[in-house]
């Protein structure tokens, strides 16, 4: 049995940080573990501009102790009123690394999203003209659609369209949740690529539900039957290196969760890479968690791999980390996969 590995220090490529207290709260947390992270945009009001993207990574900047090698990887927030001009110029400047399509109303703090996906047109085509990654929450949000239902149908309805009309731009859907959704990527060229979380890696929709509601198992895209969670291990730990790890850790506090209208979001980055090597490991495919966690997303955004090195060991009995974490906004929930954990990060060498 494996009771050491020594994998490239990983990414995040999908990550929610917040803003003011909480965000100062978690983001030396990510940096304990990540190397670089793509930061989502949608606050309150959403980081639309360059300019947004610029003053929300000075203050994530600030908020990391000294010291701490993190890279935040901006990311701008697509409305229908987006100028593909300052799209380009963010981007040539190196500030940002993608522009983020929500659609309106699918996901926390997405109403500033796009209802019509031909209005955001000319932002697309200057996307893939400068080769600029577009990364997708792939949901509908018709309330006619069942929501176990809702990525299926924005893949056949929308991605399936864009992906044909603009061959030439570079697509993550995130987080996907389904086996439609792997399908998807592996049916496209090297454009297209997805990002996979570690909750949906461990949890089905059944998780939510057992012995009463269970909101910090609650988030969007919502948790699917096991069928597709077994497809979304498969792929995960395949090495196919069109997917990569992006673990949409979404803070919120417990009474924010733990309400009569819960907010969507499971908060994991203190233990992700330990369930991780846990769901590899039982997956026989240990030798190909390093493609997903450290090299196969630098690939896709041309990046290079991060030159430092992270030691993982496994411990004879287990080591769980912290269930929660106090903030200044009050106590967040640390995922629970419902497994002990024996894995544990043991030291981050730098390069």
């Known amino acids: 049995m494996t009771r050491e590995l020594i994998i490239r220090t990983p990414d995040d490529w999908h990550l929610h940080l917040r803003d003011g ?43 990391l102790p000294a010291g701490t090698a993190f890279t935040p990887l901006m990311t701008l927030y697509l409305t229908e009123t987006t100028s593909p001009d300052d799209v380009a110029a963010s981007a040539e400047a190196g500030l940002v690394h993608g522009v983020k399509l929500y659609p309106a109303g699918a996901t926390t703090n997405s109403d500033s999203g796009v209802r019509d996906i031909a209005r955001v047109m000319a932002v697309l085509e200057r996307m893939a003209e400068i080769g ?27 991605l399936r369209p864009l992906r044909d009309r603009l061959p030439g731009l570079k697509i993550i859907l995130e987080h996907i949740t389904t086996e439609q959704g792997a399908d998807f990527v592996r049916e496209s060229d090297a454009n297209v690529a997805a990002t996979i979380t570690p909750h949906h890696l461990i949890i089905n929709r059944n998780a939510i539900f057992v012995g009463g509601i269970r909101p910090h198992f609650y988030c969007l895209p919502i948790a699917k039957r096991e069928h597709h969670r077994q497809a979304l291990v498969a792929a995960a730990t395949g090495g196919d290196a069109r997917f990569f790890l992006g673990t949409d850790s979404a803070p919120h506090v417990d009474p924010a969760k733990e309400s009569a209208c819960g907010c969507a979001g499971i ?23 390093e493609r997903f966690v450290s090299l196969n997303g630098p690939a896709f955004y041309g990046l290079e791999p991060n030159g430092g090195t992270m030691v993982l060991r496994r411990a004879e009995t287990p080591t769980p980390g912290p269930s929660s974490v106090d903030t200044p906004d009050g106590a967040l929930t640390v995922f629970d996969p419902g497994f002990a954990l024996y894995w544990y990060v043991a030291e981050r060498r730098p390069a």
């Open 21 to 63: 207290a909480l965000m100062r709260a978690v983001t030396p947390l990510s940096g304990a573990h990540f190397a670089r992270a793509i930061v989502m945009p949608n606050l309150v009001p959403p980081v639309v501009t360059g300019d947004d993207a610029r003053a929300y990574r000075e203050r994530i900047m600030a908020a």
């Open 132 to 158: 600029l990654p577009l990364q997708v929450h792939g949901e509908v949000t018709h309330t006619e659609i069942d929501i176990f239902d809702r990525e299926q149908v924005f893949i056949d309805t929308v």
């Open 267 to 289: 908060f994991n980055v203190p233990n992700t890479m330990s369930c991780l090597a846990h769901v590899f490991e039982d997956a026989g495919a240990l030798g190909n968690l």
